[in-house]
């Protein structure tokens, strides 16, 4: 099997982090997204907060690697339109491969 690389949100607790340890255990890459940090069953953390849109361009900016798929496991933010907003920057980041 490839070594796939996914962006897992809200990977500190949860949902998220179970998704992280299960992903590792396949042998894929984790890049793990949170307010809060963790280094569990992650390859590397970027901090991120959805209700900051500057939170969300730091991290965008900061992933530097081409990501296999994307996984929006975090508690809801307080507005919708933050989940699309970290999904369509990561987008047109050129570090999504087209589908």
């Known amino acids: 099997m490839a070594t796939l690389t996914y962006a897992v949100t809200g990977v500190a607790s949860g949902i998220g982090a179970e998704l992280a340890q299960v992903l590792k255990a396949q042998g894929h ?14 390859d590397r953390f970027i901090p991120l907060d959805l209700n900051d849109p ?17 996984c929006n496991i975090c ?25």
């Open 29 to 42: 890459r984790v890049l793990g997204f949170d307010i809060r940090e963790t280094t569990a069953n992650i």
């Open 75 to 99: 508690n809801r933010p307080k507005r919708k339109r933050d989940f699309e907003a970290f999904y369509d920057a990561l987008s047109g980041a050129d570090i999504c491969p087209a589908s």
């Open 54 to 70: 500057a939170s969300i361009a730091h991290a965008v900016r900061i992933v530097g690697e081409p990501l296999d798929g994307l």
